[in-house]
Nanobody, 116 residues
Framework: QVQLVESGGGLVQPGGSLRLSCAAS????????MGWYRQTPGKQRELVAD???????NYAEPVKGRFTISRDNAKDTVSLQMNSLKSEDTAVYYC??????????WGQGTQVTVSS
């Protein structure tokens, strides 16, 4: 069983920064990719950024140049550094893991609120 634990959400003013972290635990799995998605009420969950085991990254257009995803393969963790935050970045952020056997695991979500 694979579990994901997220941390780092909170309230920040526009222009500020936050760092989200996600740690995978369990046994019997091999990670292909990890990433972050976000969701606001009434909208579908959308990709923010993801990174493969080979460190290939993919970013949603609205966050390019402001967010940076990184991964520690030895610790099975992924982080999202979010800079120059805007009110439209307010959402629940979910960590997602995809195994090499194409199994998908989601974290419980962490709230990010950008407001003055």
């Amino acid at each position: 069983q694979v579990q994901l634990v997220e941390s780092g959400g909170g309230l920040v003013q526009p222009g500020g920064s936050l760092r989200l972290s996600c740690a995978a635990s369990g046994s019997g799995f091999s990670i292909y990719s990890m990433g972050w998605y976000r969701q606001t009420p009434g909208k579908q969950r959308e990709l923010v950024a993801d990174i493969t085991s080979g460190d290939r990254t993919n970013y949603a257009e609205p966050v390019k140049g402001r967010f940076t995803i990184s991964r520690d393969n030895a610790k099975d963790t992924v982080s999202l550094q979010m800079n120059s935050l805007k009110s439209e970045d307010t959402a629940v952020y979910y960590c997602k893991l995809r195994t090499r056997t194409l199994r998908t695991v989601w974290g419980q979500g962490t709230q990010v609120t950008v407001s003055s």
